[in-house]
């Protein structure tokens, strides 16, 4: 999967936090929609996103590492040529 946002602000000087520009805005507003649906209703992705803020992440942290996460399983779902199905735990 391409990076969502391809260019972070940092260098040598920089103090404060980093920032994120650039990307292609269109995927990263539908792959942020498709995580927050994820985030509330498949299982599996709630358990990881609250594992997260329980670590003490804050919640643009832990947002991106859940869409990784669906960008991971979208990737092998399509290399595998499957559908998605739900695993009985």
Not at 1 to 28: E, N
Not at 30 to 53: C, E, F, G, S
Not at 71 to 79: E, F, P, S, T, V
């Amino acid at each position: 999967m391409g990076r969502i946002a391809q260019l972070d602000r940092r260098c040598g000087s920089f103090k404060g936090r980093r920032h994120i520009r650039g990307g292609r805005a269109h995927v990263r507003q539908a792959v942020y929609m498709a995580t927050l649906v994820a985030m509330r209703h498949n299982p599996h992705m709630k358990q990881k996103y609250d594992a997260l803020i329980t670590a003490g992440k804050p919640p643009k942290v832990a947002l991106p590492a859940i869409i990784r996460k669906l960008g991971i399983l979208a990737n092998a779902l399509l290399r595998d040529n499957r559908k998605w199905a739900e695993i009985s735990p």
